[in-house]
């Protein structure tokens, strides 16, 4: 018998004896297409369909957040889009409303975005987003930086807390944003940072800090115990698996996306694998598969975080962009990442894992039916 077959057959017992009664084989790149997923962070803007076209072909569900992004179409065209593509595909399409700070503070404000919420989830939004405006751009008459725990949004928070209604909650930057450019650990940030000084904290130290971000953030969660609150973009603690860990054992109300952090994970388990493995497999119910991925209408200033930028290659880079972050968690791949310039291994989490972070934790997170999650039929 050949030696390294031999090996490897006994390899295998061994696996299958550790893993206990049957050893989970994990997915392989060619599996993606045929296991259900679920992405539940990205921006649909305009209406043509070709978002929902590569995500129905490569086994995707979508949720797609409304977001009060200047640079985005603004909140009624959004709305529209989302009413529109829900009507057409309601099997593949979900959407998260959002609302306005105009009027924060005054009398009315409250009243009126309970009123906006529930007109929304009426028409099928499954969830809230608050934006890094919060936080960062919006500031009261004092002349203050209004932060998330400020009182003025118990009103709202109350409310969604009783219709069991998840927030999904963008504040912060990733940890780059507040470092030099030579001192980021990945090229998207850098070039993101690079292009949005307005957003890049390092040039503005008269804001507020990171930790000073993060902490309002902690307070607001710790305020809302029954709140399904989930901490977008891995709740801006992307640079250290621990400190996710830190967060989600500390509030037991939250989840985590991975939206546009995939590279900081990547980073993490280049020095340490087994750590940023075990913290996937522990948290398995906790984390949501999540891209960011942006379809906007084609303009010549576009400056959307993320690819794809044109529609011909919409699609395509979509589907890149999928398969490369299966290839990372769901098997044992090597493959080259530019934004770390360096080859990584994937995690090969084990296909109970996958199914989970992949599907079955935003079915449940978003209160949809929990239907079976692994391969398609
Ligand atoms: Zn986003």
């Not at 803007?45 to 985005?72: C, H, M, Q, W």
């Not at 809230?128 to 118990?154: R, S």
């Not at 995939?262 to 340490?272: A, G, L, N, P, R």
């Not at 948290?283 to 010549?300: F, H, K, N, V």
Request: aromatic share 12%.
């Amino acid at each position: 018998m050949n030696p390294s077959i031999h090996a490897s057959t006994f390899l295998c017992a061994m696996l299958a004896i550790v893993g206990g009664a049957r050893a989970e084989t994990p997915y392989t790149a060619a599996d993606f297409a045929h296991v259900k997923k679920f992405d539940s962070h990205t921006h649909v803007n305009t209406a043509d369909g070709e978002f929902l076209r590569i995500a129905s072909k490569d086994g995707f569900e979508i949720l797609s957040i409304n977001v009060d992004y200047p640079d985005f179409p603004p909140l009624a065209r959004q709305a529209e889009i989302a009413h529109k593509l829900l009507r057409e595909d309601p099997a593949h399409f979900h959407f998260a409303t959002t609302f306005s700070m105009k009027g924060f503070g005054g009398k009315d404000w409250t009243a009126d975005t309970i009123r906006h919420i529930d007109a929304e989830v009426q028409r099928g939004a499954l969830a809230v987003k608050v934006w890094k405006n919060i936080g960062m751009v919006e500031k009261n008459a004092q002349g203050h930086y209004i932060m998330l725990d400020d009182p003025g949004f118990d009103g709202v928070m109350k409310h969604l807390e009783e219709r069991g209604i998840p927030l999904i909650a963008h504040q912060a930057e990733p940890k780059n944003c507040w470092l030099p450019l030579d001192a980021m650990t990945t090229e998207n940030d850098r070039s993101y940072f690079r292009d949005h000084p307005e957003y890049y904290m390092y040039l503005h130290p008269e804001m507020p800090s990171y930790e000073t971000l993060m902490a309002a953030r902690d307070r607001f969660v710790a305020r809302h115990p029954k709140l399904n609150f989930v901490g977008a973009h891995l709740a801006s603690l992307e640079w250290s698996v621990d400190r996710i860990a830190k967060f989600l054992d500390a509030y037991p109300n939250a989840t985590v996306d991975l939206a546009a952090r995939m590279t900081q994970v990547q980073y993490q388990s280049k020095s340490d694998y087994a750590k940023v493995r075990r913290f996937f497999i522990k948290y398995q119910e906790r984390i949501l598969y999540g891209t960011d991925l942006t379809e906007d209408p084609p303009s010549a200033d576009e400056r959307a975080q993320n690819p794809p930028t044109n529609m011909a290659q919409f699609s395509k880079d979509a589907d890149g962009f999928w398969r490369s972050d299966w290839i990372y968690l769901a098997t044992a791949d090597r493959q080259h990442i530019d934004a770390i310039k360096a080859d990584v291994e994937g995690l090969a989490l084990p296909r109970s894992v996958i199914d989970k972070i992949y599907y079955s934790n935003a079915r449940r997170v978003f209160g949809l039916s929990q239907g079976a999650a692994g391969l398609r039929r």
